[in-house]
């Protein structure tokens, strides 16, 4: 009794363990909420905060996606051809490409449901297969690969309908350097970088 009393006295001035992260699907309903909350707040639906809801989109949105990751995965075995410079540029030119198209997609939401189906774990990494339901009762297959970073689940591809977005961008990306090179494939980026700000204005 003695023994049991001085271990617990022992694990009482132990510094607490650091919780393991929340499971895949947990921040991915996480973060799905905090967008649709978004969308749904009042105070930001008029054309005149338009600029301000889309910040909060992209901030809540770019929490959960690993772009760096995805840039790199996208580019394939070209990526490591690149200096480190045009390995930021990339991920950048990428990044705000995407963070624009999930933007425009997500505020064309119409009260469609979200359901969770399963979860699936490889060690570090996870995929929460999911489907969206719309108001017409059409079913649409939303799964998201991701992996441990600093304790957190972070995206690095979307399947869609079993169509992988990585994989989706990478063929255009071999593509226009087979046909062309590096250098046409990144101004391409920044010509469509270009046209959605000129659309934005």
């Known amino acids: 009794m003695k023994g049991l009393k001085a271990l617990l006295l022992i694990l009482a001035f132990l510094p607490p363990v ?5 499971r895949p699907t947990a921040e991915i309903q996480s973060t799905v909420e905090k967008v649709i909350q978004i969308l749904k707040d009042p105070s930001l639906r008029s054309e005149a905060k338009k600029k301000e809801r889309r910040a909060e989109l992209r901030r809540v949105i770019s929490s959960r996606f690993d772009f760096s990751e995805m840039a790199k995965r996208s580019l394939g075995s070209q990526w490591r051809r690149l200096t480190p410079q045009q390995r930021e540029e990339f991920v950048q030119l990428y990044t705000e490409l995407l963070e624009q198209a999930y933007v425009d997609r997500v505020e064309s939401y119409s009260d469609e449901k979200f359901a969770y189906l399963k979860e699936n774990h490889d060690g570090r990494y996870a995929e929460v297969e999911s489907k969206i339901i719309t108001r017409k009762s ?20 979307v399947i869609i309908e ?9 063929s255009q990306f071999n593509r226009i350097m087979a046909n062309s090179s590096y250098e046409e494939l990144l101004r391409k980026l920044r010509q469509k970088q270009t046209e959605i700000s000129g659309a934005k204005k």
């Open 162 to 170: 079993n169509i992988s977005l990585v994989n989706n961008y990478r």
């Open 18 to 22: 650091r919780s393991e992260a929340a």
């Open 138 to 157: 059409e079913e649409f297959l939303l799964n998201y690969r991701l992996h441990l970073v600093g304790g957190e689940w972070k995206v690095y591809d």
